[in-house]
């Protein structure tokens, strides 16, 4: 008969941690509680930049190597400039030289004011990402993507199915979409996550938050 292995040693992932400070308890909960932690950089302006996260995970990785893995991603400040590609590429490859296990792609994409030359929402299956997609996919560095919001974005508050969806968007009213109508549909952003699939098959996709469902 197997012996039950206890909570505290049953090994354990954190595959969606969001640190943007370095905070030892993190270290001391990995060592005693059995758990490893894989940590987002996100392009979120609410969050340092994009350098200064990755330099904490990296200061994570250092102090406890084995519990501490960490995503990757890039900024779209400046993304109509003529050598956002080449910049963001070679972020990507030092990122990935540095030990990132993958690529966060983020919901400022397509819910956000990143808006094409003809002012329509730059939403990720855009022409525009086209190259983006195939370089990832040549390199074979997976992506994680939160695309879009639950259905309930696009609710008003006392129409939500989660108190948590209607604590998120009272405390959020930027990315409630019923707030903002020029804002692409649930379905849109759907849409856009799979029609980038259909284009790059191979590509190792995750999508967080239940698919971006």
């Known amino acids: 008969m197997n012996k ?25 909960f990995a060592k005693e509680y059995n758990v490893r932690f894989v940590n987002i950089n996100t392009d979120l302006k609410i969050f340092p930049s994009i350098a200064e996260q990755e330099a904490v995970a990296l200061t994570y990785i250092n102090k406890h190597q084995g519990s501490f893995a960490y995503i990757a991603s890039f900024e779209m400040d400046n993304w109509e400039s003529d050598n956002w590609y080449k910049k963001v590429f070679s972020h990507i490859q030092q990122s990935v030289e540095k030990g990132a296990v993958g690529i966060k792609i983020w919901k400022n994409i397509g819910m956000e ?8 929402y730059l939403m990720i299956d855009d022409l525009f990402f086209e190259p983006l997609f195939a370089f990832l996919n040549e390199n074979k560095i997976p992506v994680l993507a939160h695309l879009g919001e639950p259905k309930n ?9 989660s108190n948590r969806n209607r604590f998120y968007y009272t ?7 019923y707030l903002h109508p020029e804002i ?27 698919g971006s469902l």
């Open 184 to 210: 692409p549909s649930y379905d849109l952003q759907i849409q856009a996550r799979d029609s980038v699939l259909e284009k790059f098959p191979n590509l190792t996709f995750v999508g967080a938050h239940l």
């Open 171 to 177: 405390n959020h009213p930027e990315y409630h979409a």
């Open 113 to 120: 004011i990143i808006k094409s030359s003809d002012n329509s």
């Open 153 to 161: 974005c696009w609710l008003p508050l006392e129409e939500m199915t």
């Open 4 to 28: 039950m292995v206890s909570l505290k040693n049953f090994p354990k992932i954190d595959a969606h941690f969001h640190s943007t400070s370095y905070n030892p308890v993190y270290v001391k």
